[in-house]
C-alpha cells in the first residue's frame, strides 16, 4: 500500500509517540468498514487501515473496547483501554470489521438503528446508499460479544423533535434493542453529534448509563462523551496528534451537566 502523504512519519517507532497522560478516556469514531473510493462526508476505512490503526494503538500499550467496558474499567482506575465506536449501524461491520477486530483481540460498540432493519443511509443526500444491519444481524454481533448502543430509531436530528417524540426515539429503541438481544443497551449516541440539556436529560431518563456525542462543549458529562472522528488518512502522527488534542481538551473527569439549552453540533452534515 502506498504510503499516506498526510502522515510522513507514520511508521515512527511507538516509543517515540508515547500514550498521553489524561484522566478522561479517549474515544474513536468510526462509522463504515469497506472501499473508499465514494466517501463524501470522509466516514468509511478499509478493513487494511482500520487493522494498521489497531495495531499502532496495541503498540502503544492499548487495547480498543466498547464503552462500558471502557467506563468500568475507568471508575476502577485500570488504564491501557480505548473506546470503538462505530455510529450508524452499517452492515459491513459484520463481514468487513468484525474479523480485524477479532484478529487484534478487540471489541467495540456498535451504534444501531433498530427502526431501519436491513435499510440504507437515507439521511445522507451525498449518498452512496449503504445497507444498515437487519435485526438478525445485530444479533449476531452481540452474540459475536460486541456491545449494542442505540442511535435512536430513525437517526433523526433529537434537537428539533417534540418531547413525545424524544421518548419514543431514546424509550422505544432501548426496548427494541433488549428485545434482540436480550440486555438493554447501557449506550446512546446522538445522531450527527446534535444535543442540548433537554435531549441529554432525556437519554437519562430512559435508562441508559451514558450517551456518545462528539464535541460536547459545555454540556460534557457522562451523557455527552466526547470522541474522535477517525477517518482513511489517520496513521501514525496524525493519531498521536489526535490522541494529544484529546488529552489537552478533555483532561478532566466530565463534570454532572451544564446549564444550556443551546444545541451542540460536531460539525458536517453527519
Known amino acids: 500500500?502506498?504510503?499516506?502523504?498526510?502522515?510522513?512519519?507514520?511508521?515512527?517507532?511507538?516509543?517515540r509517540l508515547r500514550p498521553h497522560t489524561r484522566r478522561q478516556p479517549w474515544i474513536l469514531t468510526y462509522h463504515s468498514v469497506t472501499n473508499v473510493r465514494d466517501d463524501p462526508y470522509g466516514i468509511t476505512v478499509t478493513p487494511e487501515r482500520l487493522g494498521e490503526q489497531l495495531?499502532?494503538?496495541?503498540?502503544?500499550?492499548?487495547?480498543?473496547?466498547?464503552?462500558?467496558?471502557?467506563?468500568?474499567?475507568?471508575?476502577?482506575?485500570?488504564?491501557?483501554?480505548?473506546?470503538?465506536?462505530?455510529?450508524?449501524?452499517?452492515?459491513?461491520f459484520l463481514h468487513q470489521a468484525l474479523p480485524v477486530l477479532h484478529v487484534?483481540?478487540?471489541?467495540?460498540?456498535?451504534?444501531?438503528?433498530?427502526?431501519?432493519?436491513?435499510?440504507?443511509?437515507e439521511w445522507d443526500p451525498l449518498g452512496p446508499r449503504k445497507p444498515l444491519l437487519t435485526h438478525d444481524?445485530?444479533?449476531?454481533?452481540?452474540?459475536?460479544?460486541?456491545?449494542?448502543?442505540?442511535?435512536?430509531?430513525?437517526?433523526?436530528?433529537?434537537?428539533?423533535?417534540?418531547?413525545?417524540?424524544?421518548?419514543?426515539?431514546?424509550?422505544?429503541?432501548?426496548?427494541?434493542?433488549?428485545?434482540?438481544?436480550?440486555?438493554?443497551?447501557?449506550?446512546?449516541?446522538?445522531?450527527?453529534g446534535a444535543l442540548d440539556r433537554r435531549v441529554s436529560a432525556a437519554v437519562g431518563s430512559a435508562g441508559y448509563g451514558y450517551g456518545c456525542a462528539l464535541v460536547p462543549g459545555p454540556l460534557l458529562s457522562r451523557f455527552a462523551l466526547p470522541r474522535t472522528h477517525i477517518s482513511q488518512a489517520d496513521r501514525g502522527v496524525r493519531l498521536w496528534a489526535k490522541d494529544l488534542r484529546h488529552g489537552l481538551r478533555h483532561g478532566a473527569v466530565p463534570g454532572a451537566g451544564a446549564r444550556t439549552v443551546t444545541p451542540v453540533w460536531a460539525g458536517g452534515s453527519r
Not at 471489541?107 to 443511509?121: K, M
Not at 445485530?138 to 436530528?157: F, K, P, T, Y
Open 55 to 92: 495495531s499502532w494503538l496495541r503498540s502503544r500499550g492499548l487495547r480498543g473496547v466498547g464503552v462500558s467496558e471502557l467506563m468500568r474499567a475507568h471508575a476502577a482506575g485500570r488504564r491501557g483501554l480505548v473506546g470503538l465506536t462505530f455510529d450508524d449501524g452499517y452492515a459491513d
Open 137 to 192: 444481524e445485530i444479533r449476531r454481533i452481540a452474540a459475536e460479544g460486541m456491545e449494542v448502543g442505540s442511535h435512536g430509531l430513525l437517526h433523526q436530528d433529537l434537537t428539533t423533535l417534540t418531547d413525545e417524540e424524544l421518548r419514543h426515539e431514546t424509550r422505544h429503541s432501548r426496548e427494541v434493542i433488549g428485545e434482540l438481544t436480550g440486555t438493554v443497551p447501557e449506550g446512546f449516541c446522538y445522531p450527527y
Open 104 to 121: 487484534h483481540g478487540c471489541t467495540a460498540t456498535v451504534f444501531v438503528l433498530p427502526g431501519r432493519p436491513g435499510g440504507v443511509n
Open 1 to 15: 500500500m502506498a504510503a499516506d502523504p498526510s502522515a510522513p512519519c507514520a511508521d515512527a517507532p511507538p516509543h
